[in-house]
């Protein structure tokens, strides 16, 4: 099935008068869906996708932080490996988050450790972190070496290191990451080809690229867009919700999360913090076409496609695209209503898909962009 998407003004909730501005920035997109696990009686129930990467052989990879587990599946959708449970031993564990993949290894981060395996599962070795580092997300480069970005809980320093000889390739500071405020930017990493990462560390659109080899910045990936700020009054709803979650009107559930669920206590609604500005940058990936860069936008990015912030998750996710080897931005694009991708490849886009009832399936689709008619 083939379908097309056409985003207009009305569904974006833009100013009429922005609407040409907003026409040339969108991209059509075209896709077709190849598989989709999760929405069918006996198929593989999700409870927490935490990671999916897609190999250059089209298999797919996917991390169930909730399940503990991989599993795998070729680019015909059929399932060829599932491996993991909860526990501390060779193949087991206990918080799964980061995932890379490159042929024939994977690397998994794990709290405090990194787990490398081959694709099968089998078990490479498992290695745990030099003094109270953070495993945030392995990098596997194109000789197959395998790096781990990391946050120092005692320092708040941000480091990539090469796991087979400790190199440290850079680092710099970052003690807001461990702040507990809401809304506070997160590291944001993506694999490149050629052995590069594109990284986003705060607030701003600015991704710098770095070469693995040399550690030095070779590019960037960027938008002069400054970022939205917090308003006393948003911040002043924000309290009032955690402080009574059934109050809180629809939309506002990644802020305010299970209405039903208990308040907060006054004291801890009282140490909550806000950032002067929402972040802008909430997640990237390598996808279609060809090598393109995908980069979520938050609800920091203030352009003439940005919805209002109220509510904060009123409407589906939209993504800018820029070219992978000039960084040059190509457009926008917002996809189907519950899809939220995680990782692609020259054509197709994987990710999760919730239904109704908010049950995770994984999805793989067949994308095709092109840009509007003027």
Do not use: C
Not at 2 to 14: E, R, Y
Not at 168 to 185: G, I, K, M, S, T
Request: no cysteine; charged share 20%.
């Amino acid at each position: 099935m083939i379908i097309v998407a056409t985003v207009v003004g009305s569904v974006l909730g833009i100013n009429p008068s922005k609407q040409e501005t907003v026409e040339q920035q969108l991209l059509s997109a075209q896709w077709v869906d190849e598989f989709t696990v999760g929405h069918r009686d006996g198929d593989r129930v999700f409870s927490q996708v935490a990671a999916m990467e897609m190999t250059p052989s089209g298999d797919l990879i996917v991390l169930d932080a909730g399940e503990h587990a991989i599993t795998v599946w070729d680019a015909h959708g059929n399932e060829t490996h599932h491996w993991g449970r909860q526990g501390e031993g060779p193949g087991e564990f206990m918080n799964p988050g980061g995932l890379a993949a490159s042929t024939p290894l994977l690397a998994i981060t794990d709290g405090l450790r990194v787990h490398v395996f081959e694709g099968d599962g089998t078990v490479v070795e498992t290695l745990r972190l030099p003094g109270i580092q953070l495993a945030l997300r392995p990098v596997i480069d194109s000789s197959g070496r395998t790096s781990v970005l990391t946050l120092n809980l005692l320092d708040g320093e941000l480091r990539l290191q090469r796991l087979d000889d400790d190199e440290v390739l850079w680092r710099v500071p970052a003690e807001n990451f461990l702040e507990q405020r809401l809304f506070r930017p997160r590291p944001v990493l993506t694999v490149l080809s050629g052995g590069r990462v594109a990284l986003n560390l705060d607030a701003r659109y600015a991704v710098e690229v770095i070469d693995l080899a040399s550690a030095e910045v070779v590019g960037s990936i960027e938008r002069d867009i400054a970022p939205r700020s917090i308003t006393s009054s948003f911040a002043r709803r924000v309290r009032e919700y955690l402080a009574n979650p059934g109050s809180a009107p629809s939309g506002w559930s990644s802020v305010v999360g299970d209405p039903s669920r208990a308040a907060l206590p006054d004291d801890a609604i009282d140490e909550i913090e806000f950032p002067a500005t929402f972040p802008s940058i909430l997640h990237m990936f390598r996808g279609p076409p060809g090598e393109t860069v995908w980069v979520r936008r938050g609800l920091g990015v203030d352009d003439e496609l940005a919805p209002p912030v109220d509510p904060p998750d009123g409407l589906a996710p939209m993504w800018d695209l820029f070219d992978g080897t000039t960084y040059n931005y190509m457009g926008a694009v917002q996809l189907p209503e519950g899809f939220i991708p995680y990782a692609g490849d020259a054509a197709r886009l994987a990710g999760v898909q919730k239904n109704a009832l908010d049950v995770q399936a994984v999805r793989v689709i067949r994308i095709h962009l092109a840009a509007n008619p003027k």
